[in-house]
């Protein structure tokens, strides 16, 4: 096993920091805990600490996002094999979703299907010692089930909106997720980015626009269900890195743990109410021996891969912030587009081309600021 993924692994059971050093900064309240460093610390550290320093002395109300979260002193590196495993689960899960809703069109069982791997997937690692549980009190668990709430909702509101819009019109408006993150960092959390982040912002944005140009229908209610849902994605996110970071310090495993039962009981709930199970029902009936057994084997990967994508996402989250979660959703939009275009043989125009390009060219550009892609030094570390 590369050396790595060994320390992925031990993240997200353990919640270790994988950088040379701990954190110098207590995340929960978002400031120094001490000012001196060990003199192994990595650059990031170093530039982080001094840039907190100058922050305090600016502005006591405005903190760098990345410097609140703890991943300001993450190696690039260990950033980049983060996003890389989280690229690698999605698009494959992306593509097997494809594959198992052209047979199965069910998307809140879907969710309860991935819930429920996500409950014996942790349930079994437990109980073989890969994590132990923190103790929580009434008020934690609240908080824990309004997550859990949140994530339903996210997944209830998209399915809706998905009825009531165009395909690229719900693309267009999700790629904005990134620009509510900001709103929300900034306005309610007290958090900044540097002006060239908010910059690399606008190609991530406006590609992923271009990149799925097609045929844009919406009500007026379907668009606001849509901005909705591009809202609650941005406030999913952020609360994902929070509880690990700045809320209840919770490893990724045992939010997994603590969520997925309560995301499976709200999913079935949710294809209750809008007559999933019923539909569900009547299609497993009409299935022979053969092909059942193979739409249960296929659900069955498809389950396991969303387990490992879940617990690969809440690690990256913790270790790369919430920004570059919602950007790195965006760039995986586009290729997406570019599989399907290899794979299906997609046929895409030269507005639909250039908005590829310019995906991906702000991605690198949003890199090289925003996780110090050059020489490792960790950029967004300053006022904007």
Not at 25 to 54: C, K, N, W, Y
Not at 257 to 265: E, F, G, N
Not at 287 to 313: D, E, H, M, W
């Amino acid at each position: 096993m590369a050396p790595w993924f060994e320390q992925f692994v031990s993240a997200a059971a353990h919640g270790l920091d994988t950088s040379p050093t701990a954190t110098p900064f207590q995340t929960r309240a978002g400031t120094p805990v001490d000012d001196s460093l060990t003199p192994h610390t990595t650059l990031e550290a170093r530039t982080a600490t001094e840039m907190v320093r100058i922050m305090l002395r600016e502005n006591e109300n405005t903190m760098p996002v990345n410097v609140t979260d703890g991943s300001a002193i993450i190696p690039s590196r260990t950033k980049w094999n983060y996003l890389t495993t989280y690229f690698a689960f999605n698009l494959f899960l992306t593509m097997f979703n494809k594959f198992v809703m052209t047979k199965c069109p069910f998307p809140f069982l879907l969710t309860a299907l991935h819930a429920a791997f996500g409950t014996i997937g942790t349930h079994l690692l437990l109980s073989q010692g890969f994590f132990t549980l923190g103790h929580l009190g009434s008020s934690d668990q609240a908080v824990l089930q309004m997550y859990s709430v949140l994530y339903t909702a996210n997944i209830a509101v998209s399915n809706l909106s998905l009825s009531l819009v165009t395909i690229p019109f719900h693309q267009v408006v999700r790629s904005t997720t990134p620009i509510f993150t900001v709103i929300i960092y900034r306005f309610f959390l007290a958090g900044a980015y540097t002006n060239a982040t908010y910059l690399s912002l606008v190609p991530v944005v406006v590609g992923v626009g271009l990149a799925t140009y097609g045929d844009y229908y919406a009500t007026l209610t379907g668009f606001l269900i849509t901005l909705l849902g591009a809202i609650l994605a941005a406030m999913k996110t952020i609360a994902t890195n929070r509880l690990q970071t700045a809320g209840l310090h919770l490893t990724a495993m045992e939010l997994l743990y603590r969520m997925s039962p309560l995301a499976l009981m709200q999913s079935i709930t949710m294809a209750l109410l809008n007559g999933e199970l019923g539909s569900f029902y009547h299609y497993a009936m009409s299935l022979q021996r053969n092909p059942a057994l193979k739409t249960l084997l296929a659900l069955a990967i498809n389950g396991a891969i969303a387990f490992g994508l879940n617990v690969v996402s809440f690690t990256t989250n913790k270790h790369v912030g919430a920004l570059t979660m919602t950007v790195a959703a965006n760039v995986k939009q586009t290729l997406t587009v570019v599989l399907a275009i290899a794979f299906w043989d997609l046929r895409v125009g030269v507005m639909n081309a250039f908005g590829i390009a310019m995906t991906l060219l702000g991605g690198f550009w949003y890199a090289r600021v925003g996780m110090g892609a050059a020489g490792g030094q960790g950029r967004d570390v300053e006022t904007a």
